[in-house]
Every structure is written in C-alpha cells, then in structure tokens.
C-alpha cells in the first residue's frame, strides 16, 4: 500500500489523520492512502509567496523557459516510471501518452514560446508606446509583471500528469510559484510525478509544493495576489467560487468544468465521402479514450436527420471491434473508468440521458467486464429522436464513454442544437465545405471555446477534437466554467498583473528595457556597427551625413530592378495619383541608399541583418531632395552564447527634418 505525501514547506508529509484510501480502478482493492488533516496550509501559502516568489521573480522570462525545458527533458526521461503506476488508474497505454507525454509536450511549448514571444527580462510589455502628449514628452506603455503570490491549482482526477503541467508551465513561466492540489483518486500518479521534478534540482526552493487529499481551509487564506483555478465538476467550481474570501478578495478563479462538447458532421459529408469515414473515426475514438473521461470529449452528435441510421450504424461497427479490459493487457482498446463511484455516477447520468433517448449500442449489464470487481462499462451509444424537446442531452455530462446521435434539418438548426450545450470547451465540424464552416464559425462561435474542423485537406495533421494544444485557448464560457488557460503566452498573462505606465520616454525605457522614440540619444560614441553586442546601450545612436536623390538615381534603379512603376516613371501620370505630387523616388530605393548611408563596411560584431519590421513610407521624395538616417539601439536579446539579436530603430529624414520613413531593423551581432 502507497503512502502518497503532500510536500508542503519545502517537507514531505505522511497521510495522517482524515486520510481517505485510493481503490485500484482495476481490481477496487486499495492500494493507496492519501491526506492529513493537519497539513499546514497557512505556511505553504506564506513558503511559496516568501521563499519561492523571489526566487523566481530574479529570473528573467528566458531563465524560466530554460527551466522548463529541463524539467520536460527530465521527466521524459523518466516517463516509464509514471506509465507504470498509471494503470492502476484504468488508463492503457495510449491514455497514458495522452497524459504524460502530452503534458511534457505541453512544457516543452512554453519552453521555446517563452524564449521566442517573451523578453529576456522582467517586465513584459503588452503593446506598443502610446503617446499621450502633442510633443511626445508624456508617453504611456502597459507592461504585466507576476503577481506577488501563489497559483493553487486544484485538478481533476482525469489527467493527473497533463492536468498539473499544463498549468504549471505558464505559471511557472509567468514567476508564480505553485500549490497543486490533485484529485485524490489519481493523485498518487501526480505526486510521482512531483518527486521527479523537485529530485531533479531544477525548481527554485518553494516553486512547488503539492497537496495530496484535502485542501482544508487553504481557500479561506488566499488573497489578491494568489490565483485558484481549478477542474473537475460544476458543483464543486460553483462551492469554491462562491467562497467568501475569494470573493472578498477579488481573487482570481478561474474554471473549467462540464461540457456537453459537439461534433457535427456536415451536410455535405454524406456516405461516401472521406469525411463521413473521418466522422465516425474521430467519434469512437473520443468516446473510448481515457474511457470518456476527457473533458473535451464528444457528448453529442450531431448529423443531418437523412443520414442519423447510417451513422448510428458505422460508428456501432466500431464501437464493437473496441477490446474492454485490463489496461496493462497490450490489446486492450479502452480500460476502466476511474472508481467505482464514477462508475455510479456515470450510470446514473446514463439513465438520465436514457429517459429521452434510446440506447443502440452497449448494454452495462451485459458485456465483456460485467462480472469484473474494476470500474468497467462498455460504451454507450443513444440515439434522441426529437433533440428539440429534450433537455438532459444537453445538460448532462455522463462523464465516460457515452454519447447520444441527434438529427438536424439543416445548418441553422444543427447550429441551434450546438448552442443548446450553453458553453462548451470545443466544437468540432468535419466538412468540406468553407461555407458550412463560415456559417458554424458565425453562428456558434460565442458559445464554444474552440472549434475544430477537419476534413480530406487537414486530416493526415489534424490533432484530433478532443486534444487541447498549448498554443491554442483551452476553456469554454458558461457550462464549460468560463475560463480560459493555454493559448501560448495568453496563459502566462493570467498569472501576471496588466498595469498601464505613464511617463516620460525616458522614464518609459527605464521601465521597460526598450528605448522608446523621444528618450536620450547617445550620438558621441563610435559607430555602432564596430561595438560587440555587450557594448551597445540602449539609445546608442548614429546619425548619417545626407544624400541627395537624382532623377539618375531613379532611373537607374528602375532599370536595374525592373520596377518602372509609373509614379517613379512618368511625371503626368504620377501626379493624377491622390499620393504622389509628381514623380518620386521607390520606397526601396530609399531604404538602399539608408543602408549605404548607415553601414560600416568593415567586416565586425554585426553578423546578418535578419529582417525588418512595421516599416512604413510618411512622405514621398522626390529628385533634388536628400535624405539622411538615425539609427538607435531600440532592444537587445541574447539568442545563444555567441550573438544576441538587436532591434534598431530608424527614421529617415529629408532635407526639412520631415520623417519620409520609419522601420525597425534587425541583426545579429556577436557577443
Ligand atoms: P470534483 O469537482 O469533485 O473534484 C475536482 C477537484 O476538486 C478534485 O481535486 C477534488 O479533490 C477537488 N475538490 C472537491 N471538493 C473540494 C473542496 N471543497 N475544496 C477544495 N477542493 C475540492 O470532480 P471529480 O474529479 O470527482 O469528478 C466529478 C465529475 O466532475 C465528473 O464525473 C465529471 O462529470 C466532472 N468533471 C469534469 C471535468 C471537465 O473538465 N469537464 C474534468 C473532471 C471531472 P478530491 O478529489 O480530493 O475530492
């Protein structure tokens, strides 16, 4: 029998008073036991906001993105050890893949976004400098930094690997430290999982604790800087929510929770076609995965009322060839659902459904695993032929393998039916028709959190409708719980504070690290181009002598590029256009001559130039006027041990000091 622990102030705790037994999904012996009434959970509040706060607030974004991607590298590596102890849950192989593998995936894509969309700094900037005075000397900029306190994250007993990582990457990433407080019934799955990432040495003292069994009155202490999500069913969010000190507090809470997920096969997917096959495919592999116990599985299903028979019938033949069993046994399609209670509980909410739909396929009292002692039911197929009058299909969530066919009459009503579920997680349309897709995307994307559509193009990629992807928002509004987590960096902004800055420009890039228009120019050093990257400040500035445009030089560039455009060609033609007051020189030829007014040829620290960016022409030139370029050190960013990337920011001028031009330029430049 497993003794699983909390770890809480940097202690490993003993299940002790009040400690509830873990049964096998398998067998229904007991194999573990779990909680202790008197954990602490004041001085882990306090021990995250004190000791672990700090310690990751001192690390840039880029440090906490390394860390992450050493903490998944870890824990792949020791992977095997979770899949082994996984079973126990009723999860096979391919289920554990879905946890554990996806949940390092998941680490692993906010390792390398936070190296990509996040500074190597302290401070995120949200947007761009907005200029609040005429003169430009009152700037305002919105930065988000993290938030003082502690994420106490409360999963479901579903994904007790992937449900911890993918809130803990963000969180993690964003500065916060974390409390974990996993289901009971698989928490001795996440806290193996938590010893290998506090073994491994990587976490800053503090950065994680875990809370296995009861959370006693921990949500009676946080406050405005802590954040409580949470996962698991509607009930529970609506207790925890209501929660007089979160209330009180303005604490953020953020939900996710029942859904009555959709998908839609649509009406020009008839039989015949590859999407009617890709339909039934994605069906019976959501309602089997993790026996149904995905919150983004499919609950409803729905099909044009021509096609409900054929579709009862193919998706039936699959169900049928699906092995139910033992989890560890190599043939095994789909194991057990997690206990013996949920078996109850999604029996019951089976019945439920059953009182306005017929069940065609899977009988809970005859089949394969009837006899067994482990948490078996076979899959359920119900067929609800009026969906209009019916409400429990839309309302309850039979958290297993169930799932009820509904007819529509056509797109509007198969649109209606969708928003019936009153939020979901996701949606799913497989069609090949962008009409069909346009229509859906319209009419029912205020109701769901993500819809997925696939069809012949996308389906050799496609990830699969119930798989949530940290790139993209997982979370639905209403019945779903109204939250929201991934979505690349929008997730790590759910641990930090907005705030917007007002200032001078130099106050500005004080703040931010990044030299904002109208802050101090250093214009006495020697040219830019000939300092390595640890040498350049921001706001080192050059300042180029100037040039003269000739109508030679624009011939000559039409010619030699072949861009004889009539506004740089003909003199009449050019001045009948609103923008131009005669022929003028190509906006390309002026950026080629700002680099041969800027550059110093030498070979030297700057390596490549990489791009450039939001560039834009405010006034054309024309012959006999000349130009000049100031170039400023806008941003630094290390990339690697050799060379760092720098942002220059350059304005082009003519001869009355009048900007003709603007763009960001970037380089390599070695350290
Ligand atoms: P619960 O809502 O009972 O539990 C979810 C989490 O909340 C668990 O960690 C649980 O801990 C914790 N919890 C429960 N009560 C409290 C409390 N008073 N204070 C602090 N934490 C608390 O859901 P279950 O996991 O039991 O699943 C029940 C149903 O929820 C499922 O049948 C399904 O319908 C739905 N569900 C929906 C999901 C979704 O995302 N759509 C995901 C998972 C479940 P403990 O285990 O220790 O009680």
Known sequence: MQHVHSFAAGQWIAPGAGARSIASAITGDV?????????????MLAHGRDVGGPALRAMTFHDRAKMLKALALHLREHRTALYDLSYDTGATKSDHQIDVDGGIGTMLVYASKGRRDLPDAHVYLDGVPEQLGRAGAFMGQHICTPLQGVAVHINAFNFPVWGMLEKLAPTLLA????????????????????????????????????????????????DCQDVVTFTGSADTALKLRGNANILSNSVRFTAEQDSLNASVLGPDAVPGTPEFDLFVKEVQ??????????????????????????????????????????????????????SAA??????????????????????????????????????????????DTATRVHDTEAFGPVSTVMGYRDLDHAIALLNRGQGSLVASVITHDGDVARAVAKGAGAFHGRIYFNNRDSMAEATGHGAPLPHMVHGGPGRAGGGEELGGSRAVMHYMQRTAIQGSPDILTAIGNRWVPGATEHADKPHPFTRVYGDLELGDTFNSPSREITLDDIETFAHFTGDTFYAHMDDAAAKANPFFPGRVAHGYLLLSFAAGLFVQPDPGPVLANTGLDNLRFMKPVQAGDSIKVRLSVKLKTPRNDEYGEVRWHVTLTNQDDEQVAEYELLTMNAF
């Open 31 to 43: 194999i573990a036991d779990a909680g202790n009434d008197a954990l602490d959970v004041q001085a």
């Open 175 to 222: 500065g916060l430290p974390a409390i974990i407080k996993p289901a009971t019934a698989t928490c001795y799955v996440t806290e193996a999982c938590v010893r290998l990432m506090l073994d491994s040495g990587l976490l800053p003292v503090g950065a994680l604790q875990l809370v296995s069994g009861g959370l006693g009155d921990m949500l009676d202490h946080v």
């Open 285 to 338: 592999r959501e309602m089997t995965a993790k026996a149904g116990q995905k919150c983004t599985a499919i609950r409803r299903i729905m099909v044009p009322q021509a096609q409900e028979q054929a579709v009862i019938e193919a998706i039936s033949a699959r169900l049928a060839n699906v092995t139910i069993g033992d989890p560890r046994d190599a043939a095994t399609g789909m194991g057990a659902l997690v």
């Open 342 to 387: 949920q078996k109850r509980d999604v029996l019951d909410k089976a019945a439920a459904i059953g009182a306005e739909a017929t069940r065609v396929f899977g009988d809970p009292d005859d089949f394969a695993m009837s006899g067994s002692k482990g948490a078996f039911v076979p899959p359920m197929l119900f067929h609800c032929a009026d969906p």
